[in-house]
T-cell receptor, first 115, second 116 residues
Framework: EAGVAQSPRYKIIEKRQSVAFWCNPISGHATLYWYQQILGQGPKLLIQFQNNGVVDDSQLPKDRFSAERLKGVDSTLKIQPAKLEDSAVYLC?????????????FGDGTRLSIL | AQSVAQPEDQVNVAEGNPLTVKCTYSVSGNPYLFWYVQYPNRGLQFLLKYITGDNLVKGSYGFEAEFNKSQTSFHLKKPSALVSDSALYFCAVRSPYGGATNKLIFGTGTLLAVQP
């Protein structure tokens, strides 16, 4: 099966600019996650979708971050305006059924550098 | 609140020797525990999980992990390390409460370096 696809792989922007990341999960996976992985740390969940509904966005900085999954498949994560501390790898993951502890499948991430 | 600790930033082992990557957790109730591996510039890959049952769990690439409830640990092991096992390893925990909404909490990761 095809894995989780993310684009772009790398992005460099200046602070206060905006940026968007795209994710296409594994076909049939209803649950989609966005994580932020800062260098030297484990992934931190930003937002979790179940189909096109938000399940958990408690750690999403909503003043600058937004995410959507309009048709319950692809998802976009946006940052506007970016800050220096947003430099990180943004990982998208999907899961068939997390309530049954099905594993999460990760994309290769987008590495964001803020100048 | 649930948490995971990986006390070693890096583990060095010679090829062919056994390896152990340590993980301890804190969670209410019986935990769900996971190990993931991350190669450079790649996403995380699932290795194995403990949900219930036998304390020794076998996973991908010859890895196994032992759940120890009294020590609240879930150490990752492999009898004979390969150079290709060199990567960043993450332990993660999920509370049994909350259903699908309950998120995975990841440790800070342990870099495994296997010398030829």
């Amino acid at each position: 099966e095809a894995g989780v696809a993310q684009s772009p792989r790398y992005k460099i922007i200046e602070k206060r600019q905006s940026v968007a990341f795209w994710c296409n999960p594994i076909s049939g996976h209803a649950t989609l996650y966005w994580y932020q992985q800062i260098l030297g740390q484990g992934p931190k969940l930003l937002i979790q979708f179940q189909n096109n509904g938000v399940v958990d966005d408690s750690q999403l900085p909503k003043d600058r971050f937004s995410a959507e999954r309009l048709k319950g498949v692809d998802s976009t994560l946006k940052i506007q305006p970016a800050k220096l501390e947003d430099s990180a790898v943004y990982l998208c993951a999907s899961s068939l059924d997390p309530s049954r502890n099905q594993p999460q499948h990760f994309g290769d991430g987008t590495r964001l550098s803020i100048l | 609140a649930q948490s995971v600790a990986q006390p070693e930033d890096q583990v060095n082992v010679a090829e062919g020797n056994p390896l152990t990557v340590k993980c301890t957790y804190s969670v209410s109730g019986n935990p769900y525990l996971f190990w993931y591996v991350q190669y450079p510039n790649r996403g995380l890959q699932f290795l194995l999980k403990y949900i219930t049952g036998d304390n020794l769990v076998k996973g991908s690439y010859g890895f196994e992990a032992e759940f120890n409830k009294s020590q609240t640990s879930f150490h990752l092991k492999k009898p004979s390390a390969l150079v290709s096992d060199s990567a960043l390893y993450f332990c993660a925990v999920r509370s049994p409460y909350g259903g699908a909404t309950n998120k995975l909490i990841f440790g800070t990761g342990t870099l495994l370096a296997v010398q030829p």
